[in-house]
């Protein structure tokens, strides 16, 4: 049975003097659909005697609805189904899967604000963020619906009038397994390039934020598409196993850690099953002192505090060049001081809450850690309880810059996935290349000068898949994103990554006689 539950939005009050916080709902309640699975078409109970499993609203620390995780007889359905409508959208031209990706990228637009409110309620991320986010995921889908009609093969001339081409074919069910900080913008990213090449997809979102990529698979049947075509099964581990595992299904993409992405790989190689693995990262961002500087605190304050903190490409080694980092610190210090914390269903909020308790002490213990190595705590890194009571069991903190950082502490070396900043100091190019590229992750980097020799003279030695100059975290859906090393393999977005939703077989037509050694 579908229920929806209402969950009460914090609304500004009636009579809020003017220029007071703006909030952005206008409505007293957001419904909260169940169940949150979803597959042949139609939200789906699990048949199966799971334990239901709590999921949370960051902001305020009460509980959101409850989600029920997928079992074998779950994820075989949902793959059933696939695998029923992959033979159907396969044998559709490109123009006709395009047009059922564009009205589904209408829709997107035309419930904007409800998807990116829900998105807000479900991660904790400021709604300003999350219409981003929402505008990103459609975007990608009107891209790769412009990319379906142009699919071809190749014509290779041979000898004698005989002659070869290639097809670029359909994989058939791809999975999808997301994290919990884009929900429904991965959810787009991975499903748009899938449908396009004529696949269809099982998506298995973060059990952290389950609720935006059912509402984007309802969107995906009303716009059109079969049955079955992009279906949704919710659960952790067990059920991310049984995808991977699954003899129907021919690839997995995956976002999320490193050690999780292994064992994504390690579970696809037993069927031989390509994997597109987006991971983490311990991104370096070099600033060098003929950059300029307000540019360079933006770009600093981008790379490290979007979506609190919680992005796998941040830049979270600040590399400052010696002669300008007084300078560079009091600035950077004073603007992350300035940061608005607080209900991310205001206009006016920045920074909202962390995704989960367990994340916000992981943080904050990192903080700790840093302290005891000797790093400076120069602003922040402390929990923050926002002045209204109903957010006072939120999972908030004051986004954290840290100074007198070295390359062994493990705030630098490790991965934190928060608001949390590390400044270290260089003299040189060559030794900041140098310390740069000391990681086993290599999924971004940024450089900030004014020198554009210098510029592209670095990026080209940084190991790194996806690099910025003058800039950072900006990711246009036509330009692929990945990384290097340990931070993945494959790429999303872009046209490259048609190749990696598709397989090129190779016809040989013979136009004479058959000459034969035998």
Same mark, same amino acid.
């Given at each position: 049975m579908?229920? &929806?539950?209402?969950?009460?939005l ?32 139609k &939200? $789906? ?8 499993? !709590? ?11 409850h989600?029920?995780p997928c079992?074998a ?8 189904? #696939? ?12 123009m006709?899967?395009? %047009? ?10 035309? %419930? ?24 990103? @995921? %459609?975007?990608?889908?009107?891209? =790769? ?21 290639? %097809? ?11 994290a919990?900080?884009?929900p ?9 390039? #899938? ?15 389950p609720?935006t ?20 099964v ?23 850690s ?21 991971? @983490? ?16 605190? $933006?770009? #600093?304050?981008?790379?490290n ?6 992005v ?12 300008i ?9 004073? *603007? ?9 269903l ?29 790093? *400076?705590?120069?602003?922040?890194? /402390? ?22 950082? +070295? ?20 003299? +040189?190019e060559? /030794?900041?290349?140098? *310390?740069? !590229?000391?990681t086993?992750?290599?999924l ?5 000068? $004014?020198?554009? &020799? ?7 030695q ?11 975290n900006? +990711? ?15 790429r ?8 990696? =939703?598709s397989q090129?077989?190779?016809?040989f ?6 000459d034969?050694?035998?």
């Amino acid at each position: 049975m579908i229920q &929806r539950l209402a969950v009460s939005l914090r609304r500004r009050p009636a009579a809020a003097p003017l220029g007071a916080a703006v909030r952005c709902v206008s409505s007293a309640s957001v419904n909260v659909t169940v169940p949150l699975n979803f597959w042949a078409g139609k &939200r $789906r109970t699990s048949q199966e005697n799971c334990n239901k499993e !709590n999921v949370y609203e960051p902001a305020t620390g009460r509980i959101l609805c409850h989600l029920e995780p997928c079992g074998a007889v779950d994820v075989n359905q949902a793959v059933k189904a #696939a695998k029923s409508a992959f033979g159907h959208w396969s044998k559709m031209s490109g123009m006709e899967r395009a %047009r059922i990706m564009i009205e589904a990228a209408h829709i997107i637009e035309s %419930r904007r604000e409800e998807i990116a409110e829900m998105e807000v309620v479900n991660n904790g991320k400021s709604i300003t963020e999350a219409r981003l986010d929402v505008d990103s @995921g %459609r975007l990608c889908i009107e891209y =790769y619906a412009g990319l379906a009609s142009t699919l071809a093969g190749q014509h290779v001339q041979l000898p004698g009038g005989s002659f070869a081409y290639t %097809r670029r074919e359909p994989l058939g069910v791809c999975v999808g397994i997301g994290a919990w900080n884009y929900p429904f913008q991965i959810a787009s990213w991975k499903s748009a390039p #899938a449908l396009a090449c004529g696949n269809s997809m099982v998506f298995k979102p973060s059990p952290v934020t389950p609720v935006t990529a059912v509402m984007l698979a309802e969107i995906y049947t009303k716009a059109g598409a079969p049955e079955g075509l992009f279906n949704v099964v919710q659960g952790s581990q067990e059920t991310g196993s049984l995808l991977c595992h699954h003899p129907d299904v021919a690839k997995v993409s995956f976002t999320g850690s490193v050690p999780t992405g292994k064992k994504i790989m390690e579970m696809a190689s037993k069927g031989v099953k390509p994997v597109t693995l987006e991971l @983490g990262g311990k991104s370096p961002l070099l600033i060098f002192q003929d950059c300029d500087l307000e540019n360079a605190v $933006r770009g #600093a304050l981008m790379a490290n505090f979007l979506s609190q903190g919680q992005v796998c490409s941040n830049g979270t080694r600040v590399f400052v060049q010696k002669n300008i980092l007084p300078e560079f610190v009091e600035e950077i210090v004073k *603007r992350t001081q300035a940061i608005e914390i607080g209900d991310p269903l205001l206009e006016s909020t920045r920074m909202g809450a962390l995704v989960s308790q367990p994340h916000l002490e992981k943080v904050l213990s990192f903080v700790d850690q840093a302290k005891k190595e000797g790093a *400076r705590v120069l602003c922040g890194g /402390e929990r923050f309880v926002p002045s209204d009571p109903r957010l006072k069991g939120g999972y908030y903190m004051t986004p954290c810059v840290l100074g007198d950082c +070295t390359d062994e502490m493990t705030c630098v070396k490790e991965e934190i996935f928060g608001p949390v900043m590390s400044l270290l100091s260089f003299e +040189t190019e060559e /030794e900041v290349l140098q *310390r740069a !590229n000391n990681t086993t992750m290599g999924l971004a980097a940024g450089v900030f000068t $004014r020198d554009v &020799r210098r510029a592209h003279r670095v990026v080209e030695q940084i190991k790194a898949g996806s690099c910025f100059i003058n800039n950072y975290n900006i +990711t246009p859906v036509e330009v692929p994103f990945g990384g290097f090393k340990m931070s993945g393999i494959g790429r999303e977005n872009g046209q490259v990554t048609i190749e990696y =939703y598709s397989q090129l077989k190779t016809v040989f037509v013979e136009m004479g006689d058959v000459d034969s050694l035998f």
